[in-house]
T-cell receptor, first 116, second 111 residues
């Protein structure tokens, strides 16, 4: 079945640094990927839709310059949290449709970011 | 973003009991999906519903896509301890491809 891999699973960084999270579709191609953010005991909040070869579409209230998304290939999307601050600490999860245009998403295992 | 409201917010039940949770939205959804998430993991798909009125089962799980396309329910029969987790409804709007998640139902099964 479709597998989405995220890396790193956990990252701790100092305030002011930038952190990159990778999301890979291992056995299928993904022209679209979705990035979510989740706070403890809360739901997943859609941050942006990553589109291969074009700009990401951000949800209202999500800072584009803060959360840089790049989808350079059909199997890789990256989320870079720039100049991270403690309030950026969260669980970030990516997902992709199992087939292009499909209405079912496969999720990565998530990346826990802690900003000191 | 869109708000999918789930109820109840949390449930504490005895092993062997049946569970029912639902999800409602003010918008029409194209597809309804039910996911389970365990701590520190990404959500895992349980059931996908594609047609209004559709009733689908997956083992002890049964879910239905509401006729109005604005709601869905998930039932778990004869709960077991490994059913513990947070259950989310999710789906894309009829008018777009962004996937939104419900507020979640936290399930605790007491052995």
């Amino acid at each position: 079945g479709a597998v989405v891999s995220q890396h790193p699973s956990r990252v701790i960084c100092k305030s002011g640094t930038s952190v990159k999270i990778e999301c890979r579709s291992l056995d299928f191609q993904a022209t679209t990927m979705f990035w979510y953010r989740q706070f403890p005991k809360k739901s997943l909040m859609l941050m942006a839709t990553s589109n291969e070869g074009s700009k990401a579409t951000y949800e209202q209230g999500v800072e584009k310059d803060k959360f840089l998304i790049n989808h350079a290939s059909l199997t890789l999307s990256t989320l870079t949290v720039t100049s991270a601050h403690p309030e950026d600490s969260s669980f970030y999860i990516c997902s992709a449709p199992q087939t292009p245009g499909a209405n079912v998403l496969t999720f990565g295992a998530g990346s826990r970011l802690t900003v000191l | 973003g869109q708000q999918l409201n789930q109820s109840p917010q949390s449930m504490f039940i005895q092993e062997g009991e049946d569970v029912s949770m639902n999800c409602t939205s003010s918008s029409i959804f194209n597809t309804w999906l039910w996911y389970k998430q365990e701590p520190g993991e990404g959500p895992v798909l349980l059931i996908a519903l594609y047609k209004a009125g559709e009733l689908t089962s997956n083992g002890r799980l049964t879910a239905q896509f509401g006729i109005t396309r604005k709601d869905s329910f998930l039932n778990i029969s004869a709960s077991i301890p490994s059913d513990v987790g947070i259950y989310f409804c999710a789906g894309p709007l009829l008018t777009g491809n962004q996937f939104y998640f419900g507020t979640g139902t936290s399930l605790t099964v007491i052995p």
